[in-house]
């Protein structure tokens, strides 16, 4: 069960922790080849565990973001997200795609793991929170290391909380 609270209720104690959101229901291996398919992939994951209901809006977010500049923040890693009015929670979908997809990432190399973030887009501060959190899980270079050498949703989303 994720526990979420909502902007009004939370404080330092209780703000969103990726421990709540990700887990073997939220964690993906693909085996697609482009940007695109990915995030239509995890778009679609979210739909299907209710996590979003707007899924048009979602998506024009996304690419909207995207178009912007890449999500790419190197070291394999993409962080694609979108805040929009019609989602009450955050939520992060992870995908580890079998074939590294070309995302124009800083360091040039293509994505192996995607992070995708959906959100309320009057909450900046929870969604910081948030990404603050998977950056200092993947930045450590043993734990990346780990990810991509298993073939378990279920032990990604454990290397992942722990």
């Given at each position: 069960m994720m526990a979420v609270y909502p902007k009004e209720q939370r404080t330092e104690s209780n703000l969103v922790k990726i421990q709540d959101l990700i887990n073997e229901k939220?964690?993906?291996?693909?085996d697609k080849r482009y940007r695109s398919d990915v995030l239509d992939a995890l778009v679609a994951k979210a739909a299907e565990l209710g996590l979003v209901m707007d899924v048009p809006l979602l998506k024009s977010?996304?690419?909207?973001?995207?178009?912007?500049c890449s999500t790419a923040?190197?070291?394999e890693?993409?962080?694609?997200?979108?805040?929009?009015?019609?989602?009450?929670?955050?939520?992060?979908?992870?995908?580890v795609?079998?074939?590294?997809?070309?995302?124009?990432?800083?360091?040039?190399?293509?994505?192996?793991?995607?992070?995708?973030?959906?959100?309320?887009?009057?909450?900046?501060?929870?969604?910081?929170?948030?990404?603050?959190?998977?950056?200092?899980?993947?930045?450590?270079?043993?734990?990346?290391?780990?990810?991509?050498?298993t073939t378990s949703a279920a032990e990604i989303a454990r290397i992942l909380t722990r």
């Open positions: 939220t964690v993906f291996l693909l977010a996304i690419d909207a973001r995207e178009a912007l923040i190197g070291d890693i993409a962080i694609p997200h979108a805040k929009i009015p019609t989602i009450s929670s955050f939520f992060v979908m992870t995908a795609v079998k074939t590294p997809v070309e995302w124009d990432a800083p360091d040039q190399k293509a994505v192996r793991i995607v992070f995708l973030i959906g959100g309320p887009d009057d909450d900046q501060a929870a969604y910081l929170g948030l990404l603050a959190q998977i950056m200092r899980k993947v930045k450590d270079s043993d734990r990346r290391a780990n990810i991509l050498s």
